[in-house]
C-alpha cells in the first residue's frame, strides 16, 4: 500500500503525559499537512511542510504542541503535558505542490 | 472568511444519481472548490476537484454554477459503499477551508 501512513492508529494517555505521533507520506509527495478533527466536525489545520521546512502554523498550535519533518520524508507530531481538550482524531496529508491531499486514516487520541 | 454551506445530510436510492449541493458565496477568484468524503473511523477520501469547469472523473462529476457561488457534486448511480459524509472545501493557496459536511445515506 502506498498511501499516507499513520501510526499509532490509537492512543490512550492521561492528562500531562506527552505524546508523539508519526506519518509517513506518500514518497513521492513534497507537501505533509497536519489537522485535528472533533466529533462532528471536519477537519482544522494545524501546520504543513513543504520539504523540511515548516512554512505555517495555525493559531490553534499552541506552544505544547510541535511538528517536525527531518530530512523532508516522514514527520511526528508532539503534545507536550496533554489536556482533556487534545483528545481528537490526529489527521495527516500529504500531496504535490499543486496537487489534491490524501489524507491517512489518522491518529485517535484519547485523554483519561 | 471563506465559508461553504450544505445540507445536514441527504438520503438516496441505491443505484439513482445523487446530487449533493453546496453554497459558497464568499469564494474568491483562485479559490478551488474540492469535494472529500469520510467514512467513520477512517480519514478523508479525495474525491474531485475543479476551478470554473465542470469536472468529471470516474468517481463522480462536479458541476460548479457560472458565477463560482455554488456547485454540485454528482454520484452517477449511488452504491451503499458510497454513504459517508461528504464535505465541500475552498483551497486557498496551500489551507482546505472545510465545512461541517452532508453525511449520505443510501437507502437499499
Known amino acids: 500500500d502506498t498511501g499516507v501512513s499513520q501510526d499509532p492508529r490509537h492512543k490512550i494517555t492521561k492528562r500531562g503525559q506527552n505524546v508523539t505521533f508519526r506519518c509517513d507520506p506518500i514518497?513521492?509527495?513534497?507537501?505533509l499537512y497536519w489537522y485535528r478533527q472533533t466529533l462532528g466536525q471536519g477537519p482544522e489545520f494545524l501546520t504543513y511542510?513543504?520539504?523540511?521546512?515548516?512554512?505555517?502554523k495555525s493559531r490553534l498550535l499552541s506552544d505544547r504542541f510541535s511538528a517536525e519533518r527531518p530530512k523532508g520524508s516522514f514527520s511526528t507530531l508532539e503534545i507536550q503535558r496533554t489536556e482533556q481538550g487534545d483528545s481528537a482524531m490526529y489527521l495527516c496529508?500529504?500531496?504535490?505542490?499543486?496537487?489534491?491531499?490524501?489524507f491517512g486514516d489518522g491518529t485517535r487520541l484519547s485523554i483519561l | 472568511d471563506a465559508k461553504t454551506t450544505q445540507p445536514n445530510s441527504m438520503e438516496s436510492n441505491e443505484e439513482e444519481p445523487v446530487h449533493l449541493p453546496c453554497n459558497h458565496s464568499?469564494?474568491?477568484?483562485?479559490?478551488?472548490i474540492h469535494w472529500y468524503r469520510q467514512l467513520p473511523s477512517q480519514g478523508p477520501e479525495y474525491v474531485i476537484h475543479?476551478?470554473?469547469?465542470?469536472v468529471n472523473n470516474r468517481m463522480a462529476s462536479l458541476a460548479i454554477a457560472e458565477d463560482r457561488k455554488s456547485s454540485t457534486l454528482i454520484l452517477h448511480r449511488a452504491t451503499l459503499r458510497d454513504a459517508a459524509v461528504y464535505y465541500c472545501?475552498?483551497?486557498?493557496?496551500?489551507?482546505?477551508?472545510w465545512g461541517a459536511g452532508t453525511k449520505l445515506i443510501i437507502k437499499p
Open positions: 496529508a500529504s500531496s504535490f505542490i499543486r496537487g489534491p491531499q490524501h
Open positions: 464568499t469564494i474568491s477568484g483562485t479559490d478551488y
Open positions: 514518497s513521492e509527495h513534497n507537501r
Open positions: 475543479g476551478l470554473t469547469s465542470n
Open positions: 472545501i475552498l483551497r486557498r493557496n496551500y489551507q482546505l477551508i
Open positions: 511542510f513543504q520539504n523540511e521546512a515548516q512554512l505555517e
